[in-house]
């Protein structure tokens, strides 16, 4: 599978085109747009979100409510777009356009000054139209295309928050059905009191202008084992989770499981022991590993967090220059979120669910669902004998 996004911050819309998807996953566009909502909230966000209110249109790819194999194409439309028509327009425009909304100071922390000398422009627009988070509304759509062909086999996938500033939940791990009530948490976070305090640490840096950062997990249950491979470094699952969760904008570390952990523990209080009994048959006390071994899923909840930075665009302006004078400057502001942590988690939830998604093809195949599905089952099948085999007595 693979999809290709498309589309500027203040352009008409963005588009994603997703390919590889088999024939016959059911397309919720409620689901989707319920996604797009998540993605949209969150304690922290700024003025752009209450502008914006992000619908799927389906272009291709579907026909009554399931795919059809062939590649889908997802529109997004950008209603702050209308206030944008000259200075976003494909045409040649006077250049009273293209000064209205001319940025010229880098804001360090967001792709404007490594743009602007990799295109070698001193309009920071040029670079930041792309470079801008919104392009995460695509992921997210085509994240939802991924989570329906996972429902289908079983596998659900969440997101919460850890972190945000100093404020952070205590170290056991959350549990999935604690997940459930994440969404009426403002941060999207299941600890009443830890959210509270992350509330208050939010109201503090935009009282102060200034941003702030923290860490969200992605979890993923019902995962099959045997997704991914040790077999080479570009088909290990832990890499390929590393690689798609960093690319998240803001996204600055990534781990699994006890990730970080492992620095400091030994590794009898790190590993996670295997064990066999006939009521539970196989299973794990622990889950340190976060639900991979060898970049290879073992069957146990995949966990995955990543660090998100405090935001770049700050009220108070960082030291900056004019890129046409060299003068010094504070940096450039551009209507600006002081906390996107919650957000992030539901991207991540897109890009983990897309590398799952794309695993599950990858292992059991076919252009239907049908046939990925009875692949899978049939694999169970041969599980459950694999494991239930031993000698016999002599
Ligand atoms: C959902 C989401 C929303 C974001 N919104 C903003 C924002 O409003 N203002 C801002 O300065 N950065 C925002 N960011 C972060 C920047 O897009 C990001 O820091 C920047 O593009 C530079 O990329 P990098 O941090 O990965 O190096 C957001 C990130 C995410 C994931």
Request: net charge neutral.
């Amino acid at each position: 599978m693979r999809f290709l996004t498309a589309g500027e911050s203040h352009g008409p819309a963005l588009t994603v085109i997703v390919d590889g998807l088999p024939a016959g996953v059911a397309v919720d566009r409620a689901a989707l747009d319920a996604d797009l909502k998540r993605r949209q909230g969150g304690y922290g966000r700024g003025g752009r979100m209450k502008i914006e209110s992000d619908q799927v249109e389906v272009l291709s790819g579907v026909r009554h409510g399931k795919t059809l194999g062939s590649p889908v194409s997802l529109v997004i439309r950008n209603r702050d777009h209308e206030n944008w028509r000259d200075v976003m327009s494909p045409d040649p425009q006077p250049p009273e356009a293209k000064k209205r909304r001319a940025l010229k100071h880098p804001r360090p922390g967001h792709a404007d000054l490594s743009g602007a000398l990799k295109y070698l422009t001193d309009d920071l627009r040029d670079v930041l139209e792309r470079a801008s988070a919104r392009e995460t509304t695509a992921r997210v759509a085509a994240g939802g295309l991924a989570k329906a062909l996972l429902a289908a086999a079983g596998v659900q996938v969440r997101s919460h928050v850890l972190r945000i500033g100093r404020a952070a939940v205590g170290a056991e791990p959350a549990t999935w059905d604690a997940l459930a009530a994440v969404e009426e948490s403002p941060v999207r976070c299941v600890d009443a009191q830890a959210a509270a305090a992350m509330i208050a640490e939010i109201d503090a840096a935009k009282k102060a202008g200034d941003s702030v950062g923290g860490v969200f997990e992605v979890i993923a249950r019902e995962v099959p084992p045997g997704l991914g491979s040790f077999a080479h470094w570009d088909r290990r699952l832990d890499g390929r989770l590393a690689q798609a969760l960093m690319s998240i904008q803001a996204v600055k570390a990534v781990s699994l499981g006890a990730g970080f952990r492992g620095g400091d523990t030994p590794g009898s209080a790190f590993h996670d022991e295997i064990l066999f009994d006939d009521e539970r048959g196989l299973h794990r006390p622990s889950n340190r590993a976060g639900g991979l071994e060898g970049g290879v899923t073992n069957g146990e909840e995949l966990r995955a967090q990543a660090v998100v930075k405090p935001i770049p665009t700050l009220l108070i302006g960082l030291r900056s220059i004019d890129l046409r004078t060299k003068e010094p400057q504070t940096a450039s502001v551009e209507r600006s979120d002081t906390c996107v942590v919650p957000a992030a988690g539901v991207v991540g939830e897109a890009m983990v669910a897309w590398v799952l998604a794309d695993a599950m093809l990858e292992k059991f195949g076919g252009d239907s669902l049908t046939e990925m599905l009875e692949h899978l089952e049939a694999t169970r099948r041969l599980w459950r004998e694999f494991l239930s085999r031993r000698p016999r007595p002599a």
